[in-house]
């Protein structure tokens, strides 16, 4: 079965950096967009980032772009996020996803932003 495991997720300050991982197995990574989506406490989940079957595209939304940068190794099936210039707002429980609403996603990473 479809199988998402993220890691890299901590306490960080404001202005600080982070890379979040994540391992895929039970599907054919290299066939798929892949995918990071956040969920902040009390709200819905929301799309931050996608990555097209080789890597050679990816788009990010506005709230994060020039901050974090997406990246996969489809010989290791491992998906990345590079998280600079971390804010407050970006605290929030981070999945890897197969599908850019989240239907298809891992147990998360937490990322706290905070001083």
């Known amino acids: 079965q479809v199988r998402l495991v993220e890691s890299g997720g901590g306490l960080v300050q404001p202005g600080g950096s982070l890379r979040l991982s994540c391992v895929a197995s039970?599907?054919?990574?290299?066939?798929?967009?892949m995918y990071w989506v956040r969920q902040a406490p009390g709200k819905g989940i929301e799309w931050v980032s996608g990555?097209?079957?080789?890597?050679?595209?990816?788009e990010y939304a506005d709230s994060v772009k020039g901050r974090f940068t997406i990246s996969r190794d489809n010989a290791k099936n491992t998906l990345d996020l590079q998280m600079n210039n971390l804010k407050p707002e970006d605290t929030a429980l981070y999945y890897c996803?197969?599908?850019?609403?989240?239907?298809?996603r891992g147990q998360g990473t937490q990322v706290t932003v905070s001083s």
């Open positions: 996803a197969r599908d850019k609403s989240g239907t298809t």
């Open positions: 990555i097209s079957f080789g890597g050679e595209g990816s």
């Open positions: 039970g599907f054919t990574f290299r066939n798929y967009w």
